[in-house]
């Protein structure tokens, strides 16, 4: 098998998966022999498929005019963009912290907790993942926290919704950490790439009430849910949460520039009036990546996208639906352009790819995040070629 000069992610180095793509356009990625739908947005980032027209422009026109600024800098593409985000989010005050990416969003999302409260511990679940940088790591529960023996001290785990449906045992961490101890809890919306879980409304009820009654920071992790993700702009909407800190990256950029950004609520915001931010980054607020943000926001709010976003996730939950019953599939969960499946036995990533589908897939399942504006027709390919794998799996065992 050929070595490459480069590391794979998360992956042992030898036979590590890989394929070799020379163009992609719209939600297809050509390699000099295949033609692949791409049913996962690459790592959820690419929401608006390879080559997003609009955002490409935007991006071209930035790099032409002022590719790059200073974090000092002000001007009324950043101002105007910000304004929007922060509207976006349902909100008309707090204020924005760009970064380049989602672990670095979550990063600084903690940093700005702690410093905030001045208090160490932060709450997290064990089924997680926030990003590889430690910080972020130390608060992701799954199989890529222990290898880096992150700080133990700063992070204390609560349980998991379906033990705790009623939160009594999460009371009782608590109580027992001391919740003068901790800063904030951290939570996807949705537990995306560990299976999409989706907690029930009585849960979060109960969160949101335990945040109040101990004065703890809910810093909601939408990194992989933001800008409609899950059919609306924001995941947390769909449970009447109210977050003090909000993460995001991936489809904020369309995933085209490294870009990242982190809301925090008026008081948080106020605090640092007087107080030095300790937070910082070489490319901060990229200019390349406002552009792209302005974009996308331009996409997003147009009726037209929003639209034919129903239409595709209608269609997608059909073909889910009939996915469910077959032989191999154990369970589905699913919520907008976001999805699990469950199988009965692992079907490998190289097997997907050799039938020309990219996808996310991990032991026994397979998480699904198409591009929010996949053409329909395609789509309907794209879908036809996942059954028809799932159940040739089945019966002939690829
Ligand atoms: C929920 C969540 N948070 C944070 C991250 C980290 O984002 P990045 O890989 O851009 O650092 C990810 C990445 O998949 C994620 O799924």
């Known amino acids: 098998m050929k070595s490459f000069p480069y590391f794979f992610t998360w992956s042992k180095q030898k036979n590590a998966s890989h ?9 297809t990625v050509y390699t000099e022999t295949q033609k692949i739908w791409d049913l996962s947005s690459v790592s959820f980032q690419a929401s608006f498929g390879h080559s997003p027209e609009t955002i490409i422009t935007a991006i071209e026109k930035q790099l032409k005019e002022m590719p790059m600024a200073s974090a000092k800098a002000t001007y009324p593409l950043k101002d105007q963009t910000t304004e929007r985000l922060i509207n976006y989010i349902g909100s008309d005050s707090g204020k924005i912290f760009y970064t380049v990416s989602g672990a670095e969003s ?26 590889a940088t430690l910080g972020a790591l130390s608060v992701t529960g799954d199989w890529r926290n222990p290898p880096h023996l992150t700080s133990s001290e700063w992070t204390v785990r609560i349980p998991e919704p379906k033990d705790d449906p009623t939160l009594s045992k999460t009371r009782e961490v608590i109580l027992k950490t001391g919740p003068e101890n901790i800063a904030a809890l951290i939570l996807e919306t949705i537990t995306g790439g560990n299976g999409v879980i989706i907690p029930p409304q009585q849960w979060w009820d109960g969160i949101q009430k335990l945040c109040q009654e101990f004065d703890i ?42 870009f990242g950004a982190v809301w925090v609520n008026d008081k948080i915001s106020k605090f640092y009036d007087d107080e030095i931010l300790c937070c910082g980054l070489t490319n901060y607020a990229a200019p390349l990546g406002i552009a792209a943000l302005s974009a996308v926001l331009d996409l997003v709010e147009s009726p037209k996208f929003q639209k034919e976003l129903n239409i595709l996730i209608q269609y997608f939950h059909q073909r889910l639906n009939s996915l469910a019953s077959l032989p191999n599939v154990l369970a589905i969960r699913k919520i907008g352009m976001l999805a699990a499946i469950d199988l009965e036995e692992t079907i490998s990533w190289d097997v997907f790819i050799k039938e020309n589908i990219y996808l996310l897939s991990y032991e026994k399942r397979i998480v699904l995040s198409p591009p929010l504006n996949f053409d329909l027709e395609q789509f309907e390919k794209a ?14 065992k690829l």
């Open 383 to 396: 879908m036809d070629k996942l059954e028809h794998v799932l159940k040739k799996f089945k019966s002939e």
């Open 217 to 258: 920071l809910l810093i909601m992790d939408e990194v992989i849910c933001a800008f409609h993700r899950t059919g609306i702009p924001f995941a947390f909407k769909h449970f009447n949460i109210r977050p003090d800190i909000i993460t995001m990256a991936k489809g904020i950029s369309a995933g085209i520039i490294p």
């Open 106 to 131: 979550v990063e600084n999302a903690l940093k700005i907790a702690r410093q905030f409260k001045k208090r160490k511990i932060v709450l997290a679940r064990q089924v997680s993942y926030h990003g």
């Open 19 to 27: 394929f070799s793509p020379v163009k992609s356009k719209g939600s």
